[in-house]
DNA sequence: CGAGCAACCTGCATGC
DNA sequence: TGCATGCAGGTTGCTC
């Protein structure tokens, strides 16, 4: 579920019911998340307001005036706003409840996501601190991509999932930019032209706005208690499509996995 | 330092 | 129907 765009269009739902909003209690049901939720966090944030709703990468930054909540999705996880009153159903982990009536709730049934405290500089925490740029601002240019690459031999399509060199490339839009770029995913990273390299940044910008917009129309309502997803797959090229035929040029679409992630690509469209 | 991979956990599809 | 297997949108933190 959350690959950067649905982490974007989640933080865009949340935001204008719950910046200003003071807290009145966190209720943890599981804390055993990727790591253990701060039991302190029960006497830490009754009073303090949410003053803003922010994204870096893919976590979500809840700021204070204490501190911040530092929330992660992993690979299961969402966030909604609800009436108080919604009873909670399995893997409903966490509800921050919120003075205004209502809570936000935190549903993760494989429980790879996160919810941490800071009460330093956001921008020093361990997990944020060495970051690579947004993909969709200026620092993310193909430049930046052209150097990064010198000197790496390992697979491009790892690379490109490498929070360190870019933030935010999962692995749906990791495969479509590397095919919508004519780039095999097994290629060294090294080996890329700096053409390759120009039209590798720039379909990682195009993808990732086109999901966003996506999400941004399919999803408008994901706040009620509906949520099934899958906008984006009438769009995609080869995520998932292994023995289907590609829709460029109808050879089939083949699979390998790289670093545990599957990996699929047309090698007659990508070289 | 870079590269590769085990681990965290539940749910679901598939095959016997 | 039941059970085993493999796979899933992420990331850290080992080992070599």
């Known amino acids: 579920m959350p690959e950067l765009p ?3 269009t989640t933080r865009k739902g949340i935001q204008p019911k719950v910046e200003g909003q003071a807290i009145q209690k966190i209720i943890v049901r599981n804390g055993k998340l990727r790591w253990p939720v701060d039991p302190h966090l029960e006497q830490k944030l009754p009073g303090l307001v ?3 709703v922010k994204r870096r990468a893919k976590y979500l930054l809840l700021e204070t005036e204490q501190g911040h909540l530092i929330v992660h999705l992993g690979m299961s996880g969402n966030l909604r706003v609800l009436p108080q009153q919604e009873p909670a159903v399995k893997h409903d982990h966490i509800d921050l409840v919120l003075e205004n009536g209502f809570l936000l709730r935190y549903h993760d049934p494989r429980r790879f996501g996160s919810w941490l405290w800071t009460d330093k500089p956001i921008q020093e925490h361990a997990l944020l601190k060495s970051l690579g740029p947004e993909p969709l601002t200026d620092d993310f240019h193909s430049q930046y991509l052209y150097q990064a690459l010198q000197g790496r031999k ?3 399509k790892t690379f490109i999932m490498n929070n360190h060199i870019v933030v935010g490339v999962g692995n749906i839009y990791a495969n479509e930019s590397l ?3 004519g780039i095999h995913p097994t290629r060294p990273a090294q080996s890329l032209t700096r053409k390759e390299a120009t039209r590798l940044t720039s379909h990682i910008k195009t993808v990732l706005k086109a999901a966003i917009e996506q999400g941004g129309t399919t999803l408008k ?3 009620t208690p509906d949520g099934k997803p899958g906008y984006f797959e009438q769009k995609l090229h080869v995520y998932g499509r292994e023995g289907r035929p590609c829709l460029q ?5 083949e699979k390998v996995v790289l670093n545990q992630r599957a990996a699929y690509f047309c090698s007659n469209c990508q070289s």
């Open 179 to 181: 095919f919508l770029s």
């Open 50 to 52: 949410i003053l803003s």
């Open 221 to 223: 309502d994901f706040l």
């Open 249 to 253: 040029c109808q050879e089939t679409v």
């Open 6 to 8: 649905e982490v974007e």
């Open 154 to 156: 390992t697979a491009i």
